[in-house]
């Protein structure tokens, strides 16, 4: 199979274009046939995938082996964070239809673990809620022995959103961190980090397996790193997943750095000598990569 080289993805900078791709980021071009019966399942359902809103390296891997990541809410958010490729703006109206039909892509797709993710939608009272518990509700009907992740948003700290995930008690929920705290505002305008430890508090002492991911390459030093790592398992977080920062177009945040894949690996080392119960850590993983395994401690 034909490689592509991440650059060949992702737009670069002028700066970031006379350096060379490391030669750990790169991954093979999405073909066969697993991965042409997702297409069209996704595009006959009318369904969005954060795999491609997000140009995730990984689609050709996972849609080959026919897992996706659904994107409810629709693919325009309320958020401009600087890294992230999904589309701001002003979101159409909820699609109350939406459970349903990702139920049924699901059901086709004889998904066994399956994650779902959303776009922000901070002008909704409910924060999208209402649809996540409709979401999961439709999915658990149609397809009782699938097992499920979200993640979720910070619904702005309005907890009796995030009670409607809890209520209905997805096998792992995961809100990302995504950065070190100093970053934060630079690489997530409209979040705030300690509300995001507070998700994965809150989620924890209602019962959850909690998630979170964060990127590497945006500038953060290894001790901030470290010190993110610890405040989400202070906080209650089973599963903590690191990647390479990869920038989607040259509008986002550049490239700081290429984290070399031993840092990435010692990162592990670390996460679990803490406590954590899993850790995937790798430059081209991200928050849904091998997903189905994080249902189980990853400890030895």
Not at 36 to 64: A, F, Y
């Amino acid at each position: 199979m034909e490689e592509l080289s991440v650059s060949a993805c992702v737009p670069a900078t002028t700066r970031e274009s006379r350096v060379k791709k490391p030669d750990w980021l790169r991954v093979k071009l999405p073909i066969g046939e697993s991965y042409r019966q997702v297409r069209n399942l996704v595009d006959t359902h009318k369904l969005h995938t954060i795999c491609e809103s997000g140009n995730c390296p990984n689609m050709g891997e996972c849609w080959g082996a026919g897992t996706a990541t659904f994107m409810i809410l629709g693919n325009i958010c309320t958020r401009s964070c600087g890294f992230c490729a999904v589309a701001t703006g002003r979101p159409e109206p909820v699609d109350w239809d939406e459970p349903q039909r990702v139920a049924e892509a699901i059901y086709l797709m004889k998904v066994k673990h399956a994650v779902v993710t959303s776009v922000d939608r901070d002008e909704l009272k409910d924060g999208g809620s209402i649809i996540w518990s409709n979401t999961i509700k439709a999915i658990r009907a149609l397809n009782p022995d699938t097992t499920l992740e979200t993640l979720i948003p910070d619904f702005r700290g309005q907890w009796e959103n995030l009670q409607r995930i809890i209520d209905v008690a997805p096998e792992v929920v995961s809100h990302n961190l995504e950065t070190v705290e100093r970053l934060t505002k630079q690489v997530r305008i409209q979040a705030k980090y300690h509300r995001s430890l507070e998700v994965i508090r809150r989620l924890k002492e209602g019962g959850m397996r909690t998630k979170s991911g964060i990127m590497l390459g945006l500038g953060e030093t290894k001790e901030e790193v470290i010190q993110a790592m610890q405040d989400l398992y202070d906080n209650g977080c089973d599963v903590v997943t690191l990647g390479q920062y990869l920038q989607p177009t040259p509008r986002h945040l550049p490239v700081v750095r290429f984290v070399h894949p031993d840092e990435f690996a010692e990162y592990r080392e670390i996460g679990y000598a803490m406590g954590l119960d899993y850790v995937e850590s790798g430059p081209l993983v991200r928050s849904s990569y091998h997903a189905e395994k994080h249902i189980f401690s990853g400890r030895k």
